[in-house]
């Protein structure tokens, strides 16, 4: 596709719901992204992926977080048992061949936990 | 101590007016530096590349003092258009990792 594309947009669950996020990166590039911005604050690294391979989670919050990416493509973030912290901007990036040029953000999925 | 620090503004100036600010950066094995923009409630998106001997695009001006640990980004001559969220952005040796600070808020009036 033309960008990075993710769903939904927005989305409101209930405390101790499970919820999936979903990114789409332009096509054919090889590493993926997974940033969380709370309200006021500059994006935070949660997850690297190259093709399928999940090379860094350092920044996953807690066990509650889980990623994925099976066919190297489309990549799904997990939150198991949402806690009103896990309130955020959930951001997408991916870029053609890993390093820091050329990332491209999607637009985010705004998560509220009530 | 995070690890990239931003005076968060607001910074509100008119249109035309030359406006500047800095960050700081707590690892000095930080190698690579980028401002990036960002709109309300939109997605981050890159400004510029910072380099160590200074570099320009247009209106905008990158500064790295790498003894001191501070960028620095001037915007000449406003526009409205110019009214966003700059993120201060430093990677270290890992290659891929972006790290992002705060934010800092400018708005331009007419």
């Known amino acids: 596709g033309a960008g990075v594309s993710q769903s939904p947009r927005y989305k409101v669950a209930k405390r101790g719901q499970d919820v999936a996020l979903r990114c789409d990166p332009i096509?054919?590039?090889?590493?993926l992204f997974w940033y969380q911005q709370a309200l006021g604050q500059g994006p935070e690294f949660l997850t690297y992926?190259?093709?399928?391979?999940?090379?860094?989670k350092s920044g996953l919050p807690s066990d509650r977080f889980f990623a994925e990416r099976p066919e190297g493509s489309v990549s799904t973030l997990k939150i198991q048992r949402t806690q009103q912290e896990d309130s955020a901007v959930y951001l997408c990036a991916s870029n053609l061949g890993g390093g820091l040029y050329g990332y491209t953000f999607g637009s985010g999925t705004r998560l509220t936990v009530v | 101590r995070k690890e990239v620090e931003q005076d968060p503004g607001p910074f509100n100036v008119p249109e035309g007016a030359t406006v500047a600010f800095n960050c700081t950066y707590s690892?000095?094995?930080?190698?690579?530096f980028f401002w990036y923009r960002q709109d309300c409630r939109k997605e981050p998106k890159l400004l510029m590349s910072v380099y160590s001997s200074g570099n320009e695009d247009g209106r905008f001006t990158a500064q790295l003092n790498r003894a001191s640990q501070y960028i620095s980004l001037l915007i000449r001559d406003s526009k409205l258009s110019d009214s966003a969220t700059y993120l201060c952005?430093?990677?270290?040796?890992?290659?891929?990792?972006?790290?992002f600070g705060a934010g800092t808020t400018v708005t331009v009036r007419a």
């Open positions: 992926f190259q093709n399928e391979a999940q090379l860094d």
């Open positions: 690892n000095s094995a930080s190698q690579s």
């Open positions: 952005v430093v990677a270290g040796s890992n290659d891929y990792k972006l790290s």
């Open positions: 096509s054919g590039h090889v590493s």
